[in-house]
């Protein structure tokens, strides 16, 4: 199994410019979320979702748009890049409750210059 | 003051220490207490899971938590250069969104 897979693993942005970045699970998890992580400021969720079709905003939800219509695919859509959201961005998923955390993919590095 | 309380380190310790990672936390509804472990540029990757209080031993690693004082631990025995890495607490109440709340991470240096 891949796991959770993100693409792409570098991004170079102008602001003002858009983009998607793009998460896929194949472990059939019902719970997704996106999350940036910045130095000394650690993860912070920016949205998530608790099925196909629902999806709710997290800590930091300004300038970022999500949609889940699939169990497996969960993309990240910057609307108007600045550089604020240089980042590294971090997909996620869990089956669920009980004694069970989450799988995190490898990360995307965003520059917005 | 934040949910999660994690001290950032860097802590740098000796080959074949005892290394005491910490959190305390302020919600009193948190049940599941996870550790994370995140090498540099890689992704966060779940090391122990505890439910309620007591402790979890999973080879090296004991975790600990204590609800009373709203204090859990990470105990990383016979420490190694591999154990160089970030680790991240993080925990969650019992049902909801599931959503797991993280400390801002502790970096670790194990030197030769």
Known sequence: NAGVTQTPKFQVLKTGQSMTLQCAQDMNHEYMSWYRQDPGMGLRLIHYSVGAGITDQGEVPNGYNVSRSTTEDFPLRLLSAAPSQTSVYFCASSPGGGPRGYTFGSGTRLTVV | ?112
């Not at chain 2, 439910?51 to 105990?75: P, W």
């Not at chain 2, 420490?79 to 049902?95: I, N």
């Open chain 2, 1 to 112: 003051q934040k949910e999660v309380e994690q001290d950032p380190g860097p802590l740098s310790v000796p080959e074949g220490a005892i290394v005491s990672l910490n959190c305390t936390y302020s919600n009193s509804a948190f049940q599941y207490f996870m550790w994370y472990r995140q090498y540099s540029r890689k992704g966060p990757e779940l090391l122990m899971y505890t439910y309620s209080s007591g402790n979890k031993e999973d080879g090296r690693f004991t975790a600990q938590v204590d609800k009373s004082s709203k204090y859990i631990s990470l105990f990383i025995r016979d420490s190694q250069p591999s154990d160089s890495a970030t680790y991240l607490c993080a925990m969650r109440v019992g049902g909801g969104s599931y959503i797991p709340t993280f400390g801002r991470g502790t970096s670790l240096i194990v030197h030769p």
